[in-house]
């Protein structure tokens, strides 16, 4: 059986490793960028749902003449 950690939005917008607001979360859940998962009336994400939101981003490089 597979087990994941599941976060409410409030949990999520606090995560240091994330740095996504609490209403920029509920924006991506209603826009379908994030899938929420319903467990008992509450709205929680799964883990793997924010990994997809970090993206590695290119140093710029450096321009020589």
Known sequence: MLTE???TVREASK???LRASYWTLW???K???LMRTKVGGKT???RSELE???V???KPRKVTK
Request: glycine content about 4%; charged content about 30%; aromatic content about 14%.
């Open 5 to 7: 950690e599941l976060y």
């Open 15 to 17: 995560l240091p490793w």
């Open 27 to 29: 924006d991506y859940l």
């Open 31 to 33: 826009s379908g960028r």
């Open 44 to 46: 929680l994400i799964r």
């Open 52 to 54: 997809k939101l970090i």
């Open 56 to 58: 590695d981003v290119p």
